[in-house]
């Protein structure tokens, strides 16, 4: 299923790279390696070579990889798995913040890394059913991944935007944390469920209104149309 995808390898550390790209290549993935930011950001905005993911090293010579991840997801929506040495909890969530899918942390085995990428390709691939309840002011489109409210967009991070459309999906049903942290993100995430109130906080400011999700003590969330709130 890895024929033909293309891996942009952001990757400062020759002995790193030169490990990394033949084994992805054996497992069948075609790999362009930028050796700092600036490459990486050309690559991405040239559009030159298609890419399916980025690997995305924090730790760069010339630019911090957070702003990387930041400059590439403000115009595209290519999957990006972060890797970093840095394995604390604050630096995953502002990477997920910032719209990274994934994030491994060093060291990692290859076969990890494989089912990282490959997982993050399933779920770019599988598009949401789109939502049939949002309604009112709010606008999901499924097709476009926006977002308007009262007729303005809203600046959603890929993550924030796949939990408004997966709770919007079915207004008023209570969705239970570990289902929403399995359908967003991953069944094999391990991370805590604060990203996900993370995630809820920054939804709930930017749509201006914190009753369009409910959370439900104990259970999990759901998602409230403002005329049908019960
Ligand atoms: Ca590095």
């Known amino acids: 299923m890895a024929a033909g995808l ?81 394995g604390d909890e604050s630096d995953r969530i502002v990477g997920l913040e910032l719209g990274a899918d994934d994030y491994v942390v060093k060291p990692f085995s290859q076969r990890e890394l494989t089912a990282r990428i490959r997982a993050v390709m399933r779920r770019a691939a599988d598009e949401l059913p789109p939502a049939s309840g949002a309604g009112g002011p709010l606008v999901i489109d499924e097709r476009t991944r926006t977002v308007l409210l009262e007729g303005q967009p809203v600046e959603l991070t890929a993550k924030e935007f796949d939990l408004l459309a ?4 079915e207004p008023g049903v209570v969705f239970r944390r570990s289902e929403i942290l399995e359908h967003v993100w991953d069944v094999n995430w391990y991370g805590t469920t604060k990203t996900l109130d993370v995630h809820v906080a920054s939804l709930r400011k930017k749509l201006g209104d914190p009753s369009w999700i409910q959370a439900v003590r104990g259970v999990g969330f759901r998602f409230v149309l403002p005329d049908a709130a019960t």
Do not use: N, W, Y
């Not at 891996?7 to 400062?12: A, K, N, R």
């Open 6 to 86: 293309s891996i942009l390898v952001v990757e400062d550390d020759p002995a790193v790279a030169s490990s990394l790209l033949p084994s992805l290549e054996s497992a069948g993935f075609s790999c362009h390696l930028a050796p700092d930011g600036r490459t990486a950001l050309e690559i991405m905005s040239l559009g030159a070579r298609p890419i399916d993911v980025v690997l995305l090293d924090l730790g760069l010579p010339d630019m911090d990889g957070l702003d990387v991840c930041r400059t590439i997801r403000a115009d595209s929506k290519v999957p990006i798995i972060m890797v970093s040495a840095r």
């Open 166 to 169: 997966f709770l919007a999906q």
